[in-house]
């Protein structure tokens, strides 16, 4: 492929990506809007502590693997085969795992309407599993046109799910039909738009240059994730669930807009910064290109935001979340940070660096646990600032880090 070529592809992969982040990201806040208004914090925090479990679950299942397929210059059959197998196994042990572990958790958190919960998302895993291989081969080829769509059918699926249990009163369980909805379904579309199918073949050499790369992603991955549900986990224990739903749900907002302003060029960089790995100029002006985007739309949209959440969120979603309006706004400024993070990882990845990112990650665990155990004391409040603390003491070592590296 030239580089023209791989211009063209990346701009309207980019594109693509982009339309994909504003159309399903976009449902999706408003989903969770309505379901906010509809449902009580309780079931938010519950919700949220399950996803304590849910998100470390679904990270390790994945083994670093989507980065390591794309970044390869080569990819013969048999190591795409035996990445699949991997994942599959490595997914029936994590259920297993998950679903045993239910009743520990619901104990330490007090609550018993946990272990049933975590049951019913247990198939999450392995629907992670099935997706990661064929979704890899699509974003190496720069064919998100057909991820885009596949997203977005998922998400309108799930949300008609969820919306149409909270009518009936579902209360909770209409959060957990969303995410198996949606999942299921777009995994469906996933492997009705793709060619490729898994042969019965296993190669040790494989696996060893997969995991060689996978495992630094892996632990990247698992420490962010780690370091990202600390907060929910220490305001659940010590603050209770109906706490952990107000911040659950600034957190949910925060998340929402960084999706859907700055996820979708961050979904096209890692397979475009992997084809320029080798001309390091070109890829260092495309890094600082991406950085420029992603802040040029993160900037207005983040301060608007947290300006103008507090007349407007109570109008959305009912006076019930005034607790979460607060932390929102704190939460807020420390996503406007992360816009100038976003390429960072891909930078290590694509040069074959991935050493880098779990040393930022381990940093940033380190210091969210202390500084959260610290401000739970004084509230959720003070933990949204805790984090936006973090997100500013972390943030500017990646960017040094990833210069450096070009």
Not at 121 to 138: E, K
Not at 303 to 308: D, Y
């Amino acid at each position: 492929m030239t580089s023209g070529d791989l211009a063209q592809r990346s701009r309207a992969g980019a594109m693509w990506s982009v339309v994909n982040s504003g159309a399903k990201h976009g449902m999706d806040l408003l989903v969770f809007l309505l379901l906010a208004r509809w449902l009580a914090p309780q079931a938010f925090g519950l919700m949220a502590l399950v996803s304590t479990a849910m998100v470390v679950a679904v990270t390790l299942v994945e083994l670093g693997l989507t980065e390591a397929l794309v970044q390869r210059k080569r990819l013969p059959g048999v190591v795409v085969d035996t990445a699949f197998w991997l994942l599959l196994g490595a997914a029936g042990v994590l259920a297993a795992a998950l679903a045993a572990l239910a009743g520990p958790l619901s104990q330490a958190y007090g609550q018993p309407e946990l272990q049933p919960l975590i049951w019913a998302l247990c198939p999450l895993v392995l629907v992670v599993a099935l997706n990661t291989v064929p979704q890899a081969l699509m974003q190496r080829e720069l064919r998100f046109r057909p991820l885009a769509l596949r997203g977005l059918a998922g998400t309108l699926a799930g949300g008609a799910a969820g919306l149409g249990l909270a009518w009936l009163g579902a209360d909770v369980w209409s959060l957990v039909a969303q995410q198996l909805v949606a999942g299921v379904v777009g995994l469906a579309l996933l492997w009705a738009q793709t060619d490729w199918r898994p042969r019965v073949r296993f190669s040790r050499a494989a696996l060893r240059r997969l995991l060689g790369f996978g495992r630094h992603v892996l632990v990247t991955r698992c420490l962010n994730v780690v370091a990202s549900k600390v907060d929910d986990a220490v305001i659940g224990l010590v603050l209770g669930p109906v706490a952990l739903g107000a911040y659950a749900v600034a957190s949910r907002l925060r998340l929402a807009l960084e999706q859907l302003f700055c996820q979708g060029v961050d979904a096209v960089a890692l397979s475009a910064f992997s084809r320029l790995s080798a001309q390091r100029e070109t890829l260092a002006l495309a890094y600082l290109g991406a950085t420029r985007t992603a802040l040029a739309l993160a900037l207005p949209v983040f301060l608007s935001a947290a300006w103008l959440a507090p007349a407007c969120l109570p109008l959305l979603i009912g006076v019930q979340w005034d607790a979460a309006m607060a932390p929102l706004q704190a939460l807020l400024l420390a996503g406007l940070l992360q816009a100038f993070l976003h390429f960072n990882h891909a930078v290590f990845r694509a040069l074959g660096q991935p050493g880098r990112s779990w040393q930022l990650g381990l940093a940033s665990l380190a210091l969210n646990v202390a500084l959260v155990v610290v401000a739970v004391h004084w509230g959720v409040q003070a933990v949204a600032w805790a984090y936006l603390l973090r997100v500013a003491l972390v943030g500017p070592w990646g960017t040094v880090l990833a210069c450096r590296a070009l």
